[in-house]
């Protein structure tokens, strides 16, 4: 609605409205134009103000741009006095717009407009001829139309700006004149919207784009380079501000994106190469195309051994007496050279300075380097010191011999393996401890395990299944291996995940095989000993008692003072028997309890083995059966030999009074012979035999074929343990039914 007045104006609004004339307001922060009651009328308004927009809408298209620029810029001094045609559903009507005040919003700075506006008679002359003008003036403006077309097209970012000034005519904000499309493509955002308005009215960095645009030289230019935010593109502008009219300003942007790309690429390839050459962990000179040296960098001067890089301009490689003639000769013949050399630093001297003097292994690349026309212009050597490197190698090399050798003699083999490729490597040994052959690929080992036992075999298929699924990590087992002969090893096997995808999967794994059938043989020997010692100590007391019964009781009788003399021998012979057992069960376990402290017996530096043997014979001859006799037998005259006597005496008496235990009949020999670099003692008899499953237990402990028979089962064991201590071993031979033969095997030495 119209905004209610005082009646007393109401004959000056009469006047007004038949002058056709009307007070206008426009406030740029609210973008709203005030009316009074002519333009409202005139308008169809429903009220006295209207936005800025859709008064703008009504305006002709060829005076709108103008008029609006002018009233957003016009200084405080300047005046304002401009004809437009307007469009109404009336048909066209003009109007004069004029300027009375201009105030600016305290709190924005902005201008704020007050003015007449009127109607324009078209029948008077005057008005003809300024209608006409107007329609050069749109005539111009259509030139000028086609003049931003063509700025609009031009491969260039092109901005024209209006500086807007204060009261004190100091610029306070700048209106967007013209963009052109170039400049939104470069920006990287639609620079369209912000034509007609002013900075402010878009929130641009508005105190330092004023101050900057503002001290431009009249005429003048500033120019500057930076980084578009939204586009990254690299902008170079120049700022221009233009001598007819110093409020104007044009800018020229430029996308230098590719250009600074291009420098920026070089600087660093040429930064780069600057920094190989002086930092490369290799010897890196270069020459002329006569040989003649110009640079080197400071790995050079380290290898060779130089103080100063200067000393060394000049001197030729072609005087090198190091470098191979062949290596010339391809130079001097136009092609590049590759070769190894031990650098000898004694050739030197008459070549450069060198504090070094020894030598230094080396690998050369020479190569030559190319001019635009594609002609040699330099020649660039590259020297790598290898010296530390085939220190290193040997050692390695060394290493593996050495671990291979360990590997081999250990049982110890080792593999790797990928189970997503199912490809790696594995050691030989590491195959036959799975019982395969060398050369068997490691693809047709892991995942089938043919030679396993069906148990084993399902765990480790089982396993490898649980590997890739990422549910174990490592796995150690024992593992029972079948030959193609039928007999079983154990192997160890130790599998690691040393690598996972995705944190789940696994992917690279290392096994390590070492063949433990010694180790489980032994476990079943010492479980076994284990048993029988159990058993021994089981029956140790029916050992010990039996005898010390048989004691006690005879001496109890023969207390009783018997009168009849036979029974009484007879009881002594018996108390002397069971002493004599007793005191052979108390020895033996003495003996082997020194054994197993690992006690050693004295050695004696001349034993006669002649007169030892018939001592024995002579020994035991009083204990000898009836219808047994004990014969000595030898081919030497002679023989000493620095050993152990008290431990060839405990050999031979178990040898011999075993031999009495089951000899009922026919005869004991110790037959004593010497060999190329042994003696042998031979005890043999005639009697019972052994039982040829039980002769390779004989020399276990505690082992006793006749668990009836009287004995610990410790003898042959402890006779075992003297021999060997003795640098010696002992065998046997026996047939059952016919008899036994033990031998004890000495060295001469």
Not at 111 to 116: A, D, M
Request: charged share 20%.
């Amino acid at each position: 609605m119209k905004s209610t007045t005082d009646p007393s104006n109401a004959p000056l609004r009469e006047l007004l409205s038949a002058a056709k004339i009307s007070w206008w307001k426009i406030d740029f922060t609210s973008r709203i134009i005030y009316f009074s009651d002519f333009m409202c009328d005139l308008l169809h308004l429903p009220s006295n103000e209207l936005p800025v927009e859709q008064f703008s809408g009504m305006i002709h298209k060829n005076f709108r741009d103008h008029l609006f620029t002018k009233c957003a810029s016009i200084k405080v001094n300047e005046t304002l006095d401009e004809r437009f045609p307007i469009q109404l559903s009336s048909g066209e009507q003009w109007l004069r717009v004029t300027l009375s005040h201009k105030e600016y919003n305290p709190t924005t700075g902005i201008p704020i407009l007050t003015g007449i506006i009127q109607l324009v008679p078209t029948y008077a002359k005057t008005d003809i001829e300024i209608l006409t003008l107007m329609s050069n003036y749109q005539a111009t403006l259509a030139e000028n139309k086609h003049a931003e077309e063509l700025l609009n097209r031009m491969p260039v970012g092109y901005f024209r700006l209006k500086l807007l000034y204060d009261q004190q005519n100091q610029a306070v904000d700048y209106l967007f004149l013209n963009i052109n499309q170039k400049a939104s493509q470069i920006i990287g955002r639609d620079l369209q919207p912000l034509i007609g308005k002013t900075a402010r009215d878009v929130d641009e960095a508005i105190l330092y784009h004023v101050d900057y645009l503002s001290h431009i030289p009249t005429g003048g230019h500033y120019h500057m380079e930076w980084t578009a935010p939204i586009s990254k593109c690299s902008c170079r502008n120049y700022v221009y501000n233009t001598p007819d009219d110093p409020s104007e300003i044009v800018i020229l942007l430029f996308d230098i994106t590719e250009t600074t790309k291009a420098n920026s690429t070089l600087a660093d390839r040429e930064k780069l190469l600057q920094n190989v050459f002086l930092h490369t962990p290799a010897g890196i000179s270069l020459h002329d195309t006569s040989g003649k040296l110009i640079k080197v960098n400071a790995k050079w001067i380290e290898m060779f051994g130089c103080t100063h890089s200067q000393e060394l301009i000049g001197v030729n490689l072609f005087d090198d007496p190091n470098i191979p003639e062949s290596a010339k000769r391809e130079l001097r013949h136009g092609r590049e050279a590759d070769f190894t050399m031990t650098y000898n630093f004694a050739y030197t001297n008459n070549f450069f300075k060198s504090t070094r003097n020894d030598t230094m292994d080396c690998s050369v690349r020479i190569r030559f380097l190319y001019n635009h026309q594609g002609k040699p212009s330099n020649i660039l050597i590259i020297c790598i010191d290898d010296t530390q490197f085939n220190i290193k190698s040997n050692r390695v090399a060394q290493f593996e011999d050495m671990f291979h050798h360990i590997s081999s003699f250990a049982r110890v083999g080792y593999a790797t393996y990928d189970l997503n490729t199912k490809q790696g490597f594995a050691q030989g040994v590491w195959n036959e401890n799975y019982g395969e052959a060398i050369n068997t690929p490691i693809d047709q080992i892991v995942g089938v395990y043919s030679h396993l036992h069906p148990d084993d075999q399902q765990l480790m298929q089982h396993a490898l299944e649980q590997f890739k699924r990422g549910e174990i990590s490592s796995l150690d087992e024992t593992l029972r291996v079948i030959h193609a002969d039928g007999s079983t090893s154990w192997t160890r096997t130790t599998l690691i995940c040393t690598d996972t995808k995705n944190s789940t999967e696994a992917r690279n794994m290392i096994g390590i095989s070492y063949d433990i059938t010694e180790l489980i043989t032994a476990r079943q020997r010492a479980e076994e000993a284990n048993r029988l010692k159990s058993a021994f100590l089981a029956n140790m007391s029916h050992e010990i008692r039996t005898p010390l019964n048989a004691i006690v009781g005879f001496s109890e009788m023969l207390m009783d003072e018997t009168e009849n003399e036979q029974e009484r021998q007879e009881y002594i012979q018996i108390i002397r028997r069971n002493n004599t057992l007793l005191l052979q069960i108390v020895s033996d376990i003495l003996i082997l309890s020194t054994l197993e402290a690992g006690m050693r017996l004295t050695i004696e530096p001349d034993v006669d083995l002649i007169e030892l043997c018939q001592q024995i014979a002579n020994t035991f001859t009083p204990q000898l059966p009836e219808e047994v006799r004990i014969l000595t037998t030898t081919n030497l005259s002679e023989c000493h030999l620095t050993t152990t006597r008290k431990g060839i005496v405990q050999i031979l008496s178990n040898f011999v009074s075993n031999a009495i235990k089951f000899t009922n009949k026919g005869e004991i020999s110790l037959q004593l012979q010497a060999h190329e670099d042994q003696i042998e003692i031979t005890v043999s008899d005639t009697g019972i035999g052994i039982s040829p499953d039980f002769i390779p237990h004989i020399f276990e402990r505690f082992a006793k074929g006749n668990t009836f028979a009287q004995g610990t089962g410790l003898g042959l064991a402890i006779c075992k343990e003297l021999a060997e201590q003795m640098g010696g071993h002992v065998e046997v031979k026996s047939t059952l039914g016919r008899g036994s033969s033990f031998m004890l095997y000495l060295p001469k030495k």
